[in-house]
C-alpha cells in the first residue's frame, strides 16, 4: 500500500491553517497522515513547534482573578441580590423567638430554628421565668422543700 | 459537579423570575466576561463597568437566546460589542481598532534569549505582547485560546465571517511569534528534539 504523498509544501498562510487544523484535530485521517508525511519539511516543523508553543503560552495564562464585590454589584443592578443582612438575622430572630417560647411554654412549643445553644440557655432561664411570671404569691420555703422531698 | 444545572435550565429559571438561577448565571459567567473586558480594554475600572453592561444586556435580551445553542459565545458577543462601544467613546490612539499593520516591537527588542530564559514567569511576557495587538485581535486570541472557543464560535461573537476570523487570527499570532520568539526559541519541546 503506497502512503499517500506529502503535500507539496503550501504557501506560509495556508501551511499555518493546515498546522491549526491539524491541532484543532478537524483534519480527516487522509490529511493527518498528509500532513505528518510533511514534517520532514523543516518549515513545516518548525511552524507546528511554534503553533503548540503559543497555543501553550496562550493558553496557560493565569486566570485574572474577578474584583471584590464585582458579582455582588452586577445581581444588584440585576435585582438579584441575596438579600444579605436582613437574612442573616432572621434565623437568629426565629432561634431567639423560639428559645423564649419554649422557656415559656415548655418543650412542646419549641421552633425548629432554635439551635441547641439557644435551647440550652431558655433551659437554664425557663425556671426563673416561669417564677417570675407568677401571678399568685410564691408558697413559703418550708412547703416548697416539702414538695421537693416528695 | 455533575448536579450543576445547564446554562439552559438556569436561563429557563432566570426567564420566569428566579433570583436564585440569575445569581448563579451571574457567578458562573463572570470571570469569562470580565476577563475579556480586562484584556479588551486595559482598564480595571472600565472592565468592572463593561461586565456589568454586559449582564444588563443580558438581562433585557435572554429571550432572544437561542437554548440549543453554548452560552458563552452569546454572552462573548455582547461582551465584544460592548467593549467596542465603550472603546470607540474612547479616543486613544492605543486602542484603534482598524490599524493592525504594525506593532510596537519596540519592548521587546530587548528580549534576548537569555534574557527571556532568565525571565521567570513566561506569561508575563505573552500578556505584554497580547496587549501591543490592537483591541479587536486581543478579543479574538482571548476568545479563541483562553476560552476555548471554536473559530465559528468566536465569528458568531464578533459578527465576522470565518474566514476573516481565521485572517485576522493568523496575523496576531504571526505578530506574536515575532514578539514572543525568545520565548518560543527557548521552549522546552525544542530542547527535547
Known sequence: ?150 | MSDSPSDADLVRRARNGDPAAWRQLVRRHTPMIHRLALRTLRNPSDAEDATQEVFVKMSRYLDTWDSTRPLPPWLGKMTYHVCLRRLGKVADAKNDLTAPDTLDLATSSDLTPEAAIAVRQASDLVTRAVDQLPAQDRFLIDLRYREGQSDVEVAEATGMNVNTVRTRLFRARQALRKLLSPVLGAHPEENAR
Open chain 1, 1 to 150: 500500500m503506497n502512503p499517500s504523498p506529502p503535500r507539496s509544501l503550501p504557501s506560509p498562510p495556508s501551511l499555518e491553517e493546515q498546522v491549526e487544523d491539524y491541532l484543532d484535530g478537524i483534519m480527516t485521517p487522509r490529511e493527518v497522515r498528509a500532513f505528518e508525511a510533511s514534517l520532514v519539511a523543516p518549515e513545516v516543523a518548525r511552524a507546528l513547534h511554534e503553533a503548540v508553543a503559543l497555543r501553550s503560552l496562550l493558553e496557560d495564562l493565569p486566570p485574572s482573578d474577578v474584583p471584590d464585590g464585582l458579582i455582588e454589584r452586577i445581581e444588584a443592578e440585576l435585582g438579584v441580590a441575596e438579600a444579605g443582612p436582613t437574612r442573616a438575622r432572621l434565623p437568629r430572630l426565629r432561634a431567639a423567638l423560639s428559645g423564649a417560647a419554649w422557656a415559656f411554654r415548655g418543650p412542646a412549643q419549641i421552633q425548629s430554628g432554635a439551635d441547641d445553644s439557644m435551647r440550652a440557655a431558655s433551659l437554664v432561664s425557663a425556671p426563673f421565668t416561669r417564677l417570675m411570671a407568677r401571678d399568685e404569691p410564691r408558697p413559703p420555703l418550708w412547703r416548697r422543700l416539702l414538695r421537693l422531698g416528695a
